[in-house]
């Protein structure tokens, strides 16, 4: 079953919230810090809460390279128990120079055996390529990003009256030959997401900001309705993880993946 296939599979089912295992080792429960590993522990205690319901897991390598190595072997770790019949993102964010690009698909891919990642097409075409050469991994490209900083450049104007993040969108169509290409794109934008998701019908989106970062969760899912598309896997990370801190959490963290699911569901 290749990446593609994972994701369907669960989106059929209904299941469109990503878990995000943004884990940070000053926000997880104290009484894991005895572990040998505590944020594999943690790690492990989630998907075990999560694993029926959630439609994928996303690790945002940022908080595994902070530890050094043993936080490399934490995401070693991690990714060997995450069923494999659900998918994983590398939350990575890479984009270079093609040969650089090429190590850093072969780090994600053969090495880490991620299912899909995240991308940065601002260096364009070629550094994209070596990762779109896996045909059978997703890849789901920046277009328009949930943090403040993307009017910085995302939704710059162009001469011809787009914005940039919807040039960037079309070039993702375009670049889209082996059915294997997503996007990213802020929970936190709704208007945008509603002037720009019928563009977007044959691309997997992937949806940051709902929960910490303010998006609606319910707005996100009645557009993706009105459009008649089930391609949309919505990422929340601290509001799931951290719903609980006590001896019991794991209990907390499946009630409010449970409470999320349930919007979805209402809505679609």
Not at 62 to 72: D, I, R, S, T, V
Not at 130 to 145: G, V
């Amino acid at each position: 079953m290749n990446s593609k296939e994972k994701l369907e599979r669960r989106l059929n089912l209904g299941l469109h919230i990503c878990v995000g295992l943004d884990t940070d080792f000053n926000k997880i429960p104290k009484h894991l810090l005895e572990c040998e590993d505590p944020i594999f522990e943690f790690n492990r205690r989630i998907i075990e809460a999560t694993k029926v319901s959630a439609a994928a897991y996303k690790l945002n390598l940022a908080f595994y390279e902070k530890e050094g190595a043993k936080g490399f072997t934490s995401l070693l770790k991690t990714l060997e128990i995450i069923p494999a019949e659900i998918l994983t993102i590398g939350d990575a964010k890479r984009g270079d120079i093609g040969n650089t690009s090429a190590m850093y698909a072969a780090a994600l891919f053969d090495h880490l055996n991620f299912d899909s990642c995240t991308l940065n097409p601002y260096m364009g075409v070629d550094s994209m390529q070596p990762f779109l050469l896996y045909k059978d991994k997703l890849h789901f490209i920046l277009a328009l990003t949930s943090n403040p900083g993307s009017q910085d450049f995302e939704k710059l104007i162009l001469k011809d009256g787009k914005f940039l993040y919807e040039e960037v969108i079309e070039k993702i169509n375009s670049w889209n030959q082996f059915q294997n290409c997503g996007v990213v794109f802020g929970a936190n934008n709704p208007n945008e997401l509603e002037r720009s998701v019928s563009k977007m019908k044959d691309l997997f989106v992937l949806l940051p900001g709902v929960g910490a970062q303010g998006g609606s969760l319910e707005e996100i899912v009645k557009i993706f309705a009105k459009e008649g598309s089930n391609k949309f896997l919505v990422n929340i990370s601290r509001a799931i993880i951290y719903a609980g801190s006590g001896e019991s959490f794991e209990s907390a963290v499946s009630a409010k993946l449970s409470e999320y699911n349930l919007v979805v569901e209402n809505n679609l």
